[in-house]
């Protein structure tokens, strides 16, 4: 790491609580560089991070694949306007419904843009060949993003009245209910819209055969599948995408974070039958460019050439083993839930965001989603020296906030 001991972090964050607009509470730090899975801020202090910017960074931050595609890229052709076809997101198209059950793809910036797509696909599938039927289900506690239909759409209670009048068209339901799911698709419904773990929810894992009734039923009432990967696709759960391990085949899938290691990037994707959008309908000046594309397959080829699907079962054995030991170490910590690289602790007290800061402290990154659950989502190379090391911070924190049982 080259630190420039020049930098004055003061000087910066007097600019940033001037110049950036607050959406979120802050730590007073400033990171100046990433590699692997360590960050360094402006002091130079060096950081283990086990969150790789919410499971943005999937190979790491800064890895030479991604550095070396977007200096190539950027020298050839950066956007030459979605209106032309270019070769990126053509390849990184076939690549994608090559890997996937799916068959064709739109690309744009973001999940919930991604997932405000999918909305916008379902709608317009059933009005083409649903009388016009437009509601979709989803569950509480659910999160697909933060535009206002996608804030509409997801299960929150806190932002039930926020930004009205909200979008209208979705019905929620309990997770893993698949009882309460039937009983509330209507002759409007035309899509069920899911996450096969619930990640901002506090890593709620969605039990297999719910998955797969929920598929049985869109099947019997002609109603469309949406899964949302962008948090659990693309190895994060030790397979390419999670609905492989659950059996089943959405009809509409999105895809974020991990696609483009940490540039914006997302993918739409369908199948052949439900995609039925005309010119007009759907769009972007920053969708379907070559560099994000190019980006898009360096990473997404690293995954495969590296085998890491299968690194993540072996890694996440290990990660949960060592998580499941602090049951029997620290009163405080209730259970492990989560698969793959997508784990969490729940506690007893509701001291997450106590522990969270602590860790920060001690140079250690990982997310607290609510006041009784810690998150982890590190990148998906992540070695065992690096689980040893976090696990060591994070042992001598809860000592301190609970001891030894």
Sequence with gaps: MSYNSNIDSI????????????????????????????????????????????????????????????????????????????????????????????????????GAEANEGAIKLARKYGQKFKNGAYEIITTWNSFHGRTLATMAASGKKQWENLYKPQPKGFTKVEYNDTEALRQSISKDTCAVMLELIQGEGGVIVADKNYVKQVRQLCDENNILLIIDEVQTGLGRLGDMFAYEDYEIEPDILTLAKGIGGGFPLAALLAKDKVCCFEAGDQGGTYSMTPLGAAVGIAVVQEIIDLDLCNHVKKISEYFTKQLSDLILRHKVVKEVRGKGLLLAIGLHEEIANEIKDECMNNHLIINAPNTKTLRFMPALNISTVEVDEAMSILNQILNNFTGKS
């Excluded at 600019?15 to 959406?23: D, R």
């Excluded at 360590?38 to 919410?54: R, V």
């Excluded at 190539?72 to 270019?86: D, G, W």
Aim: charged share 20%; proline share 6%; hydrophobic share 40%.
């Design 11 to 110: 000087e910066l964050l007097r600019k940033a609580e001037k110049s950036l607009m607050y959406v979120t509470p802050r730590p007073s730090i400033v990171f100046i560089e990433g590699k692997g899975s360590y960050l360094w801020d402006s002091e130079g202090n060096k950081y283990l991070d086990m969150i790789a910017g919410w499971a943005v960074c999937c190979l790491g931050h800064s890895p030479d694949t991604m550095v070396d595609a977007l200096a190539r890229q950027a020298k050839q052709l950066i956007n030459p306007s979605p209106s032309f076809y270019n070769q990126p997101a053509i390849e990184f198209a076939d690549l994608l419904t090559k890997i996937s059950c799916m068959d064709k793809v739109f690309f744009i910036n973001s």
